[in-house]
């Protein structure tokens, strides 16, 4: 029976290199994969996930305005797909989150989804909320904090390295924009 699952985790925790890993492991198994990603997410291209790893695959993009089903039997017209793998899913609207629970509960197809929970004022994103409340398996992929400490926040940093507390919910960037902290660093790191 297939699931729905969240699999999320701070900056730097290798939710893309999971995603990714996982893709390779059905394709050698000789099964369908669709890889997608919201438009949102440009950083590395428009149709690329890559990981800070160095692994990369297409895939195919979601606009906010997309039907992610009847994109799903537009393309199962040309392959069979056993498994969809969606990248960075915070971005999601959560109409779309509820199309891809809508593809695990009627066409028994898997969908495992990868991204953050929260933004850089640990705010849930709202397709990460949709997925917390809908998911069958939800999972933390962990990472560490500077102090050794488990990282949960996603810290926003400017250019010379402050915790940013202000701006739009949506900035992208990699190690140059966000360090994954604990929250105590967190607070302390804002209190300075």
Known sequence: MAKLYFKYGAMGSSKT???LITKFNYEEKNMGVWLIKPSTDTRDGA???RS???LEAKADIVCPDNDICKMLDKVCE???IDVV???????FTPEQIQMLRKIVD???IPVLCFGLRTDFLTRLFPGSMRLMEIADCIEEIKTM???GRKATVNAR????GRVVTQGSQIMLGGNDSYVAMCHRCYKKNIEE
């Open 145 to 147: 904090c500077h102090c």
């Open 78 to 80: 040309n392959k069979n």
């Open 52 to 54: 800070r790893a160095g």
């Open 157 to 160: 940093i400017d250019e010379t």
């Open 17 to 19: 290199a999971q995603a």
């Open 47 to 49: 149709d690329v996930v």
């Open 85 to 91: 793998i969606a990248d960075e899913c915070q971005f």
């Open 106 to 108: 009627d066409k028994d």
